[in-house]
């Protein structure tokens, strides 16, 4: 199971900040220990338009359905 969450920087910002506030930083170091601990990795995606802008957006792979719902729960409100 891979499913991903798709954000806009800023508010991927504004969450990382919520969590920040929620976790250690070690859990942010690590890509193993962020997988572990909140069930996905931040990935930035760029797409290429025709007008030659790129447009950036943050992509949420989770990797546990439980850590999914539950991360889903907690921070709604930032997504």
Do not use: C, N, Q
Request: glycine share 2%; no cysteine; proline share 3%.
């Amino acid at each position: 199971m891979k499913e991903h969450l798709e954000l806009t920087e800023r508010k991927w910002s504004i969450l990382l900040d919520k969590m920040h506030e929620d976790y250690p930083l070690s859990v942010f170091a690590i890509r193993s220990k962020m997988k572990t601990t909140l069930g996905f990795t931040p990935r930035r995606h760029l797409e290429l338009h025709e007008d030659g802008y790129y447009d950036a957006t943050i992509h949420l792979d989770f990797y546990d359905e439980l850590k999914r719902t539950f991360f889903l729960l907690k921070y709604s409100e930032y997504l």
